[in-house]
C-alpha cells in the first residue's frame, strides 16, 4: 500500500468534528498562555482541603453554591477559568477567604 493509499483510506474515518482530547488539549494550552490556569489548579486544592476537613461532599458544595455536583467535580480539576462569582460562591459555602487583597 502506498502512502497516497494509505491517506486516502484514513480520510475516510475523518470527521469534520475535532476529537475530545483535541478540544481539551487546545483549552489547557490557551490557559496556560493566559496564565490563570496555575490560580485556577491553587484555588482548586485549596477548596478540596476546605471540603476534607469539613466532611463536605461534592454535593453538599453544590448545593450550597447553588449548581451541580458535576460543576464541583469541573472546579475540583482545577481547569475552570473561575469567573468573580463563583469564587465568592466557593468562600462562601466553604467559609474560606480565596481572594486576599487589599484597598489603598
Same mark, same amino acid.
Given at each position: 500500500? @502506498?502512502?497516497?493509499?494509505? /491517506? $486516502?483510506?484514513? !480520510?475516510?474515518?475523518? @470527521? &469534520?468534528?475535532?476529537?475530545?482530547? %483535541? +478540544?481539551? &488539549? &487546545?483549552?489547557?494550552?490557551?490557559?496556560?498562555?493566559? =496564565?490563570?490556569?496555575?490560580?485556577?489548579?491553587? /484555588?482548586?486544592?485549596? +477548596?478540596? +482541603?476546605? #471540603?476534607?476537613? %469539613? *466532611?463536605?461532599?461534592? %454535593?453538599? +458544595?453544590?448545593?450550597? #453554591? =447553588?449548581?451541580?455536583?458535576?460543576? /464541583? !467535580?469541573?472546579?475540583?480539576? *482545577?481547569?475552570?477559568?473561575?469567573?468573580?462569582? @463563583?469564587?465568592?460562591?466557593? &468562600?462562601? $459555602?466553604?467559609?474560606?477567604? /480565596?481572594? %486576599?487583597?487589599?484597598?489603598?
Amino acid at each position: 500500500m @502506498t502512502q497516497e493509499q494509505a /491517506i $486516502a483510506r484514513l !480520510s475516510r474515518y475523518q @470527521t &469534520e468534528k475535532p476529537s475530545e482530547w %483535541q +478540544v481539551e &488539549e &487546545e483549552k489547557i494550552r490557551y490557559a496556560k498562555s493566559k =496564565g490563570w490556569l496555575q490560580y485556577s489548579r491553587k /484555588i482548586a486544592i485549596k +477548596v478540596a +482541603v476546605s #471540603m476534607k476537613r %469539613q *466532611g463536605l461532599s461534592r %454535593q453538599d +458544595v453544590a448545593d450550597r #453554591m =447553588g449548581c451541580s455536583p458535576q460543576y /464541583i !467535580s469541573k472546579l475540583l480539576k *482545577g481547569e475552570e477559568n473561575l469567573s468573580l462569582e @463563583t469564587i465568592c460562591k466557593l &468562600e462562601d $459555602a466553604l467559609n474560606i477567604a /480565596i481572594l %486576599q487583597y487589599e484597598f489603598a
